[in-house]
């Protein structure tokens, strides 16, 4: 095997990993997630539902935004309420507090935003004390086992329990910061009972993800207001330690505690259909009796916030939040023409398409399946997605032809530039090779790059991951394992090499019968 | 064919194995020219070794014995489309006895046996 040399994939010390096991068809998978991740493999190995569950832990986590109206996640929300319930802070807590914020407050303007300071480890162990009774929040495990239903469109969760008799499913979301032990977050799915369960390492430092300065100004002047009797209880420093609380709860999730949006793979066919399926939720919801032989129709979870974020586009509060630039690019470079969404009266949105050169709309439905494909792409960018959320594309290659892929996997590539983080499932080798070749690319100076495709996109290695979905026999299932950059081959290998070779060999050996069957 | 007796001066460009077959499957008999490659093997170096195999072939059996002719590239790489594409080339094909053959491609550890029942020739 000298022929080959494969990058290594270290990560870097600031990462975010996903372990799974005994998950729907995965035995076990351990994922460093990356700004951009790639799953690849067979049909039926877990790519979907590891993406689907990556969005469940996202929508509990961080939340999910619609069209710029953003929907607290239930953890955030139950945190937040546990403060309440917890009852008031220490004469010495709110003294450490106070000194804390008055570091922080002083020179500041109220409009500034004070970003990630390391938090003293005074006010660092209440924070960590709130933490560590977390898994005792009340309703929080049930609020994530519903939530992680809810995506699925599955009834129990014990559905997705590969096998219930080996217990529950385990996943664990763990995010390092430098070389100190890393925050865990880990889960389990119930077979029969379920756990929430939060890590914060003493010896990690305690940072902040983001508070506005005239939060921590406020709760000052009400605290002098406190001192001289003029204020009511709660303490004005429990609010903002709550703010805090949360804020550094952000920090420790990492990505996970960003807005996380998911274009499924049948997103086409909604896009052609939406009325329809809309038109049937909302009369068959209507029916005054339901028939047990007609049950209600039920989407996963994905499919139905993908329908509300199509529906909610066409509403007149939408403003522009996400990042045209990239919008424009798609429809300019790959789609040769611009999308468009006209609004009804009732606010119901059409999607429309005008080819370049063109002086008339076209219904989306009679417009070519790679328009159709990339139109919620192109409104995602524009209008919804903004930079540290995540986006999860199934198979962004779907009707494409391999030269738009390419040039699609480009614009991936500079969604992540702009500071959006992607996940992708795919079976397209020419995704895979174009990724390799941008990961290639940063190997180059700039100065070198010059006139190359792609020359403004280079990746390192730290940016992609490439994660194999594998089926085994014995325990049967899937595992997955990464897959290194290989140089000789010139893509992340994902098992399309043997059925190339498998079908030049059969091309040979047809040939090579056919000219002597000929008399040659 | 590294060894110190075979056919042909040691520094020429030769393939790895002669491999002559004439099981039952077979009976008319059967020349496998066979290259051996531990990385991913480039079309045009391996069809110059193989048609050397080829060339030795034809000296070593005699014009009236009726035998069939597989050329054979082992590897133990990964090959890159374009890669593999080349083979199918005219260049890259191997003439035995005024016929232009399609090297096959085998994985090292793959079963020689089993790649020759498949590629059925004559």
Known sequence: ?520 | MDHADAPGPAHEVRCDYLYFDDDDDNPRGRVVSLELKKGSPRAGEIAAQLQAGADLAQRLVGGDIAVGFTPVAAHGGRMHRHRVNSFAQRENQVSFRRTEYRIELLKCGASLKGALRRSRMP
Request: glycine content about 6%.
């Open chain 1, 1 to 520: 095997m000298d022929g080959i040399r494969a990058m290594p994939d270290k990560p870097d010390a600031d990462t975010l990993d996903l372990s799974v096991s005994n998950f729907g068809p995965i035995v076990e998978a351990n994922i460093n997630l990356r700004p951009l991740t790639v799953f690849v493999g067979p049909s039926n190995t877990g790519k979907s539902y590891l993406a689907i569950l990556l969005y469940a832990v996202h929508c509990f986590f961080g939340g999910i935004g619609v069209a710029g109206r953003r929907r607290t996640g239930w953890f955030m929300r139950r945190l937040s309420r546990a403060r309440r319930a917890n009852g008031q802070l220490t004469g010495e807590s709110i003294k450490s507090l106070v000194d804390w914020a008055e570091t922080l407050s002083s020179a500041r303007d109220s409009e500034e935003r004070v970003l990630g300071d390391v938090l003293p480890e005074s006010v660092a162990q209440l924070i960590r004390a709130r933490f560590n009774n977390l898994s005792e929040i009340e309703n929080a495990r049930e609020d994530l086992d519903l939530e992680i239903a809810r995506c699925f469109g599955v009834d129990a969760n014990a559905d997705l329990v590969r096998r219930p008799h080996k217990g529950s499913a385990r996943i664990k979301l763990r995010r390092s910061v430098s070389e100190n032990p890393p925050f865990e977050h880990a889960f389990t799915i119930p077979a029969s009972s379920g756990s929430l369960r939060v890590s914060v390492p003493d010896e990690t430092p305690l940072r902040f993800a983001d508070i506005p300065a005239w939060h921590i100004q406020d709760a000052l002047a009400e605290h002098v207001m406190h001192q001289a009797g003029r204020a009511h209880e709660p303490h004005p420093m429990e609010d903002l330690f709550d703010s805090l609380s949360i804020s550094v709860m952000r920090y420790t999730l990492g990505p996970t505690s960003r807005p996380v949006r998911y274009l499924p793979a049948d997103r086409t066919g909604v896009m052609h259909a939406h009325r329809v399926v809309v038109g049937s939720l909302v009369g068959r919801a209507a029916r005054a009796d339901p028939r047990p032989d007609s049950p209600l129709p039920v989407l996963s979870g994905v499919l139905a916030d993908f329908l509300e974020q199509l529906i909610d586009l066409g509403g007149k509060r939408r403003r522009v939040f996400g990042l045209p630039a990239l919008a424009t690019r798609v429809e300019r470079e790959i789609l040769k023409g611009a999308v468009r969404i006209r609004q009804s009266e009732t606010g119901y949105p059409s999607f429309l398409y005008r080819p370049d050169d063109w002086k008339d709309d076209l219904p989306l439905m009679n417009t070519s399946s790679m328009v159709s494909e990339l139109a919620p792409v192109v409104l995602y960018l524009r209008d919804v997605v903004r930079p540290g959320d995540t986006l999860i594309i199934e198979e962004p290659e779907s009707h494409l032809h391999p030269a738009m892929q390419v040039e699609f996997t480009r614009l991936l590539a500079a969604a992540v530039k702009a500071g959006v983080r992607v996940v992708i499932t795919t079976h397209s080798e020419w995704v895979l090779e174009a990724l390799a070749n941008l990961v290639r690319l940063s190997a180059l100076s700039p100065k070198q790059r010059k006139g190359i495709a792609g020359a403004d996109l280079a990746l390192t290695r730290h940016e992609v991951g490439a994660w194999l979905f594998k089926p085994r026999k014995r325990p049967r299932g899937t595992v997955v394992e990464e897959i290194p950059l290989d140089i000789e081959a010139g893509t992340f290998p994902a098992g399309y090499g043997e059925i190339t070779e498998n079908l030049y060999n059969d091309w040979a050996r047809i040939s090579n019968l056919a000219q002597k069957a000929a008399g040659h």
